[in-house]
């Protein structure tokens, strides 16, 4: 619970579709990933929870614009669905 006294930390990780084409399923939307980025609540006795993990993609229409999605709403261009690495 945000509020407990506790923490709130951003984290880069790892995930193994950085570098590679992803689209966003609602609105179709594709570009590569570049990067993700958890965010980690710790409480008070150091227990940490993950509270949504952001993709930073990188356009593939020569917009320049990179944009941020929740990393559960991209799947990969080859169909796998998008999920958190393991903690």
């Given at each position: 619970m945000i509020g407990d006294?506790?923490?709130e930390v951003l984290r880069d990780v790892?995930?193994?579709w950085i570098g590679r084409r992803v689209v966003h399923a609602r609105t179709g939307r594709a570009g590569k990933l570049g990067a993700v980025m958890q965010h980690v609540h710790y409480d008070?006795?150091?227990r940490e929870r993950v509270v949504w993990?952001?993709?930073h993609v990188r356009p593939l229409d020569g917009s320049g614009r990179e944009w941020q999605?929740?990393?559960d709403n991209l799947?990969?261009?080859d169909?796998?669905?998008g999920r958190r690495p393991p903690s």
């Open positions: 006294g506790g923490k790892a995930h193994p008070i006795l150091g993990s952001e993709a999605a929740d990393l799947r990969a261009a169909g796998e669905a």
